[in-house]
């Protein structure tokens, strides 16, 4: 079984940043790709930012310019970079580590990010 843990949630301020971590229980690199949900309230939970094990990110539009995922391949964690939030970035934010073959996708238990003044 795969651990995700992710961490660096909380309060901000509109126009704050914060950086979310998600460190798994295994290496990183054993996945094909790591990746970062959200859910807000009332809503669907929606992709912000993935990377493949090659190394090609893709974001959300809505986070495109203020967002950036990152890993540490030695740390076996991936980073979440949010700058200049806004309060719609209010949700709880997802780790996910999936295989393409055999297809297996991991959670985490997820990490309320608050944007509000």
């Known amino acids: 079984q795969v651990q995700l843990v992710e961490s660096g949630g909380g309060l901000v301020q509109p126009g704050g940043s914060l950086r979310l971590s998600c460190a798994a229980s295994?290496?990183?690199?054993?996945?094909?790709?790591m990746g970062w949900y959200r859910q807000a309230p009332g809503k669907q939970r929606e992709l912000v930012a993935r990377?493949?094990?090659?190394?090609?990110?893709n974001y959300a539009d809505s986070v495109k310019g203020r967002f950036t995922i990152s890993r540490d391949s030695a740390k076996n964690t991936v980073y979440l970079q949010m700058n200049s939030l806004k309060p719609e970035d209010t949700a709880v934010y997802f780790c996910?580590?999936?295989?393409?073959?055999?297809?297996?996708?991991?959670w985490g238990q997820g990490t309320q990010v608050t944007v509000s003044s």
């Open positions: 996910t580590a999936e295989r393409t073959w055999p297809s297996t996708a991991y």
């Open positions: 295994r290496r990183i690199s054993s996945f094909n790709t």
């Open positions: 990377m493949t094990d090659g190394g090609s990110r």
